[in-house]
Nanobody
Framework: QVQLVESGGGLVQAGTSLTLSCAASGRTISTYVMGWFRQATRKEREFVAGISRTGGTTDYTDAVKGRFTISRDNAKNTVFLQMNSLKSEDTAVYYC?????????????????WGQGTQVTVSS
């Protein structure tokens, strides 16, 4: 079992930056593909970014490419999401998730463990 706890969310102005953290406990995350998802009000949860077990490969949804960066520190059992040039449409609850996988998948069903989410609100 892996327990995931997100932090770093908040209310920010458009154009600014925010970094989310996902701290894992219970097991080392080095054997998991990690992902960030988000869910805006009245919308379905969507894939944002994913990172391979070693951090050598990343994947991003088109809406955040060039603005967001996912990274991981396996020694600290933590995953990060650096978000730059934030837009009002980035407003959502952001979730961290872990998958037993060797590839990065965008589908929710692949991810077995989820955090409780952290709210990001971007004011324009």
């Amino acid at each position: 079992q892996v327990q995931l706890v997100e932090s770093g969310g908040g209310l920010v102005q458009a154009g600014t930056s925010l970094t989310l953290s996902c701290a894992a406990s219970g097991r080392t995350i080095s054997t998991y593909v990690m992902g960030w998802f988000r869910q805006a009000t009245r919308k379905e949860r969507e894939f944002v970014a994913g990172i391979s077990r070693t951090g050598g490969t990343t994947d991003y949804t088109d809406a955040v490419k060039g603005r967001f960066t996912i990274s991981r520190d396996n020694a600290k059992n933590t995953v990060f999401l650096q978000m730059n040039s934030l837009k009002s449409e980035d407003t959502a609850v952001y979730y961290c998730a872990a998958a037993h996988s060797t590839l990065i998948w965008r589908g929710e069903a692949t991810y077995a463990y989820w955090g409780q989410g952290t709210q990001v609100t971007v004011s324009s």
